[in-house]
């Protein structure tokens, strides 16, 4: 064998070496599970990857009063801004309502939210520019008032931006499916002890096409709990006013029914039912939400 052959077979074999040794975010996470399902009370900070914080790529209204920038093509804070003049968010934000208000994905650690794909991958101008809102009550129904089960129910706000879409001018059917399968878990999560569910099923049945820049309400709800397993169905409505992130809060139309759910122009887009199972190792999951 020729020394150049030699030489090329050794720097192929030190940098196979190389690349085994590359972090990789998700190992620590991998290595704790398979440990197996008895393992308890994992630690935490075992789980988070050991490099420096991400910025969330979320855009808050916090965020622009701190730092004064110039209004841009994807200046989000017009579109939190816009969420309180909602009427349903006026409803759910009442003094005697029994929802409480939540963003769950700025909960989420800076080091494990920018490999989360709702939290991390999905949130920027153009995608979802803000963090979903979402609004929870865990109130029993009249026909659970009299068993130990938890009934529970989610509504969520969030916006589509265009860069999200399948066909050109509507939003790909997965993302519905996606969010459908987040607000889901926050829904069926509360109703278990353990605070954590997985799916098991997932079905959605798409009524209209979903269209890109429109702001968007997702309502959820527990139908059925039965020890470890719990049943969950939802709809998803688009508000009838178009709201590009160039969009200035002054230029939006004073009419409230373009933020109404009900009204003539709102159209509801899919339909979703899912099952999720309260795992047996819950207790040896690594914890998302730090709150």
């Known amino acids: 064998m020729s020394n150049i052959s030699q030489t ?15 972090y990789s975010p998700a190992a620590p996470i991998a290595r704790l599970h398979q440990q197996g399902p008895t393992r308890s009370a994992v630690v935490h900070d075992q ?7 991400a910025p969330s790529s979320f855009l808050s209204q916090t965020q622009s009063q701190s730092t004064p920038v110039a209004r841009s093509s994807h200046e989000s804070p017009t579109l939190e801004t816009l969420i309180s003049q909602i009427p349903l968010v006026q409803t759910l934000r009442e003094p005697h309502s029994t929802y409480k208000e939540t963003r769950p994905h700025l909960a989420i650690p800076p080091p494990l939210r920018q490999h989360h794909l709702v939290g991390g991958s999905l949130a920027s101008p153009g995608k979802l520019a803000f963090a979903p809102y979402m609004w929870l009550s865990t109130g029993k129904t009249r026909a659970q008032a009299e068993t130990s089960e938890r009934a529970s129910t989610v509504v969520s ?35 278990f002890p353990s605070g954590v569910g ?19 309400v997702l309502r959820t709800k527990t139908v059925k709990v039965e020890g470890r397993k719990a049943w969950v169905e939802g709809r998803m409505t688009y508000l009838p006013l178009t709201l590009p992130l160039s969009v200035d809060l002054h230029s939006i139309p004073s009419d409230a029914s373009l933020l109404q759910e009900d009204s003539e122009g709102a159209v509801m887009v899919a339909e979703a039912k899912a099952l999720f199972i309260e795992p047996k190792f819950a207790d040896s999951m690594v914890s998302v939400y730090s709150s």
Do not use: W
């Open 157 to 191: 706000i969030f916006h589509i931006g265009q860069d999200l879409c399948g066909h050109p001018g509507f939003v790909h059917g997965g993302l519905l499916s996606v969010l459908f399968d987040e607000v889901f878990a926050h829904c069926a999560s509360a109703a």
């Open 198 to 216: 997985m799916t098991a099923n997932l079905n959605v049945d798409f009524r209209k096409p979903a269209l890109p820049d429109r702001m968007y």
């Open 47 to 53: 789980a988070l990857p050991s490099q420096t914080e």
């Open 8 to 22: 090329a077979r050794r720097l192929f074999r030190s940098q196979n070496l190389s690349a085994f040794k590359t």
